[in-house]
């Protein structure tokens, strides 16, 4: 989805002139607006004079460390194994249009509304609204087409090639009215609408300047939210309950559309029944297009949902406890080790018979293996018991550890689809109550402390599919305790958060959450919410993102560490997203822009703009700066300007040594050369004579540094200056390209060639 925010587009910074482009640049040591080391400590976090524990800034070091390493992980198909369905920090499936801020374009509409067919009465009474009021909420189960419905009502008022765009579920519809958000003859949605909390009058009156200023512009704001919306005072009104069309209509009429595909009377008899059974529009037309494309046995087999079958037929035998808790332990620790999760299956077994001791309602009844003494357990053949224990839903597997070869594999237990552990999920929380969740938290709580980084990570995945079905408990009795919690703790709340987002419409969700830690809730929370702001999260609100840890940087120098370490990996993550790295740099040149020169918020940005010109690749110690130049064409022109911003300060050194990286590591690469000169050229332009020349004359000095003193880097920097040879200003009496001399450089003493 294309975004065109624009680059001052939701920044609260007041605008300041631009910096004085004659100040030639500080020499080394200037203090320049660089803070001072008191400063560094010091916000409103602490007193002055109070300085943050290292211990603390110790552990989340260790927390981002974890953060990159799952990153990584992702990165290279977690533990090898490509799953769609499971994947997260933006490398899986595609989102749903509308659900990432942004344009919707019209291909991506069109693609929604494919097969749509109006639910009615709800469309045409939602429509009467629409054009009545300007806005108009969609209330309703997840699942049963508000998102498309949003995208249908707008087109039918404005037409198929009217300008759609999608806004923040984090929105204040007070600020919305006067924001420069809205223009005429634009159409907006707000998926998932998480609600605000002001006092129910006051939120009334600014709605209905909201819906006056829309009709002033001919725009319209349609809204999809939960039921609950529909009991707030604020919006009752023009709140419109949504329903799914009827299943078996729905279905003939994708049929129409679709080439045709024969069917015998059997046949069409049990796929129109299991038809009607459907309750969500997504799977009338998954089953449709299956019949199309792939005939009939294949639409029943994707109407049949035998996953779910098995699950519950699993489920209905009312396993005893020594089966049933083994796989509630795999639901949550799928994929790691069949050693380690036996130790933590032992751990969970251990917190039951704790709680049952206390004189509680048991689990279960405990079976003949449980009542057998130690010794005669030892002889028990526990692993062979899962060809018994779970037939259909659980496998085993070899697989390597994150960064071994296979040799080094060894046997994993997981289920036999990523949608039995979700099913498995959802049963254990419809069934059971309190006598096996009350232990079974406990057990996730201590998994959360002091399991290994690939245990979280599975706890994590489990917990985000639990909150599908228990958000409210989940972010009550796991996700609050964590964030305050030690490191272990908040990288798990942290990557839980993140996974949540898998599940579309849990994502607003998540976004709220995050960004209700992100003011006055205590620098754990703080820091936590920085955590989670990376990712998946930080890809999908990535305006809400860039915004909330540019107010956490302004804070004190622990929670403003963490800020700093998001933004740079959300960057570092944004790779392979020329779009979103182009935007998170323009963020970062227009707070720059809108600081005033010689402020702390100044220095805090030219910090941010100088860790992410110094960041490094997920993958390999290879800058970012020189993989954007190599892949991302319009990344030359936002990087100079970037780099003259760093250059101006007392930052300068780490640009120049960040600028020699870049030329060393795109050394050897012939089609860079075009790149290297446009970054040249805007750089220069953003530059004076003055500072232009100084320039010149420290990176002729660095380049002879003996980690940048490599055949080629000089070259390259004679491309990088020399670009606009013959454009130099009037007070230049020398060419700014004979600075840097093309003459091979002495051999240096541990110096070496890359």
Known sequence: MADDTDRDDGLDVPPVPAPDQDAEPPVPGDDGDAPQAEDEDRGPDKAPGQRAEPDAREEDDRGYDDLRRVHQLVNNNFYGVVDAAGAAFGFGAASSPGLAPGTIEPAEADRALRFYMPPQPCFDEALGKLRTDGLVVLTGQDGCGRGAGAL??????????????????????????????????????????????????????EIGRLSEELHRKGSYLVMTAGDTTRRRLALRDRCVPWQAPDPVELFEHCREKLPHAGLTPGIEQELLERVGEQRRPADVVAAAVALSQEGAEK??????????????????????????????????????????????????????????????????????????????????????????????????????????????????LVFTSPRVRELVVAEL????????????????????????????????????????????????????????????????????????????????????????????????????????????????????????????????ERVAFSARRSLVLLFQTAEQDPERVLFILRFVRTVIARTTPGSPERSI???????????????APEPVTAALLRTVPDSARQLGSLWADVLHSSNR???????????????????????????????????????????????????????????????????????????????????TASLISTAPVPSVPGGRSK
Request: aromatic share 6%; hydrophobic share 40%; glycine share 8%.
């Open 653 to 735: 050194s780490r640009a120049v040594s960040g600028l020699c990286r870049t030329l060393v590591q795109l050394r050897d690469d012939p089609s860079v050369t075009r790149a290297v000169r446009e970054l040249g050229e805007a750089m220069r332009n953003a530059m004076s004579g003055r500072q232009w020349a100084a320039l010149c004359h420290h990176l002729s000095i660095a380049l002879k540094h003996p980690d940048y003193a490599v055949p080629g880097a000089r070259q390259l920097a004679q491309v990088l200056l020399g670009s606009l040879r013959g454009r130099a200003p009037a007070d230049h009496r020398r060419s």
């Open 299 to 412: 639409a029943l087999d994707t109407l049949r949902d035998r996953y779910r079958e098995r699950v519950q037929e699993w489920f209905r035998g009312q396993p005893s406890a020594g089966d049933l808790l083994p796989l509630a332990a795999l639901a949550f620790l799928e994929g790691v080790p069949e050693r380690t999760f036996e130790k933590e299956c032992a751990a969970l077994t251990a917190h039951v018979r704790n709680w049952e001791q206390s004189g509680e309602t048991p689990v279960g009844e405990p079976d003949d293996e449980e009542r057998t003494p130690s010794g005669g357990a030892v002889a028990q053949q526990s692993r062979a018991r899962w060809k018994e224990r779970a037939v259909g839903l659980v496998t085993s597997e070899h697989r390597p550890g994150p960064g071994w070869d296979a040799g080094r594999s060894e046997r994993r």
């Open 605 to 619: 940005a030219l910090r941010t703009a100088v860790q992410l010109l110094e960041a490094t690749r997920v993958e």
């Open 429 to 556: 929380h419809d069934l059971y109550g309190y006598e096996l969740w009350y232990p079974l938290r406990q057990w996730l709580g201590e998994l959360a402390l002091r399991g290994d980084l690939d245990t979280r990570t599975e706890v994590a995945r489990g917990v985000a599919l639990l909150a599908r079905y228990a958000l409210v408990e989940v972010d009550e009795n796991l996700l609050k305790v964590w964030s305050e919690g030690v490191t272990s703790q908040r990288v798990t709340a942290a990557l839980t958060l993140q996974f949540m987002c898998d599940a579309e419409h849990l994502a607003s969700q998540s976004l709220n959450i995050v960004l209700s830690w992100t003011d006055n809730s205590g620098q754990g929370r703080a820091v936590t919410a920085a955590m989670a702001l990376t990712g998946r999260l930080g890809s999908l609100y990535r305006l809400d993102a860039l915004n909330g840890l540019w107010l956490l940087a302004q804070r004190g």
């Open 152 to 205: 249908a009502l707008l087109r039918d008022i404005l037409g198929e090639r009217a300008g759609l765009r999608s806004l923040s579920p984090a929105n204040a519809l007070a600020e919305l009215a006067a924001s420069r958000d809205l223009r005429p003859g634009r159409g907006y949605v707000i998926l998932d609408y998480v609600g605000e909390l002001p006092d129910q009058a006051v939120q009334a009156y």
